[in-house]
């Protein structure tokens, strides 16, 4: 009898808890939010970066103030000078000995390369001649021929050969000219006449250190010039 109280007595303890409802243990979980922008809440930025902005240029030292002024300064003063200096020069060009000397230069030329001309067409029509003339011809072929085949040996044989033949060719044509005293004549007033036409010219260059304009155009350059090279020397230290 005892002993069935107490079976009784476990069940309804067994019935009891089965009624009571089960603890339920709520999990929390931490999800992590990465911001789309750079807020720390997570929330989107709608702000956008400014754009890069080019960086101011660079304002200029005195020193490269100076430097720039005074290369300007040589810029004027070579200018200048160079306007004098062509002043002159037409000046000395349109003065009676210089036109004299030099259209005597011009019809001593003229006449020297006409006779030379005319030397020549009658020494290459001499049928000696005319057979070096067509070796010739014939190397140059053959060179040709060899460069595209790749010849290499034989086309250094070639261009020896070509070169024999222009140097008989050179030597026919000066032994021809040689041999005409109209000739040499003319070659000798030519060289009278450009002689003194460059004596001219000579002294015209020498003038320019005693005329007053151009030496002090000449100074005004070398002074700019003085101050450049002291101001680029200043930005070099």
């Given amino acids: 009898m005892k002993q069935s109280k107490q079976i009784l007595a476990l069940a309804a ?13 709520a ?3 931490h ?13 989107k930025n709608t702000n956008k970066t400014p754009a890069k902005q080019p960086a101011p240029p660079a304002v200029a030292t005195a020193d490269q103030k100076a430097a720039q002024a005074a290369d300007a300064d040589v810029q004027k003063a070579r200018a200048a000078l160079e306007a004098v200096a062509t002043r002159l020069r037409q000046q ?11 259209k005597e230069f011009q019809r001593a030329h003229d006449a020297y390369e006409a006779e030379r001309s005319a030397v020549l067409l009658r020494h290459h029509a001499d049928p000696e001649f005319a057979k070096l003339l067509t070796a ?6 053959k060179i040709t021929q060899l460069r595209d085949a790749g010849a ?7 261009a020896q050969e070509s070169l024999e033949i222009s140097k008989s060719i050179t030597s ?11 000739l040499a004549t003319l070659h000798d007033r030519l060289s009278v006449a450009a002689e003194r036409r460059q004596t001219l010219q000579k002294n015209f260059d020498q003038s320019l250190t005693r005329d007053s304009a151009w030496t002090t155009a000449k100074a005004a ?6 101050r450049l090279n002291d101001a680029l020397q200043k930005l070099r230290a």
Avoid: C, W
């Avoid at 000395?92 to 030099?102: G, H, K, L, M, V």
């Fill in 13 to 25: 303890i067994m019935a009891a808890s089965l009624a009571l409802p089960a603890p339920v243990l």
């Fill in 27 to 29: 999990k929390r979980t």
């Fill in 31 to 43: 999800h992590r939010t990465t911001p789309t922008s750079g807020n720390s809440n997570g929330t």
């Fill in 92 to 102: 000395f060009e349109s003065s009676p000995d210089y036109t004299a000397a030099d």
């Fill in 136 to 141: 010739k011809a014939a190397a140059d072929a």
């Fill in 152 to 158: 290499t040996t034989e086309l250094a044989n070639a």
């Fill in 172 to 182: 026919m044509d000066t032994a021809a000219m040689a041999a005409e005293p109209t």
């Fill in 221 to 226: 350059l070398d002074s700019a010039q003085a």
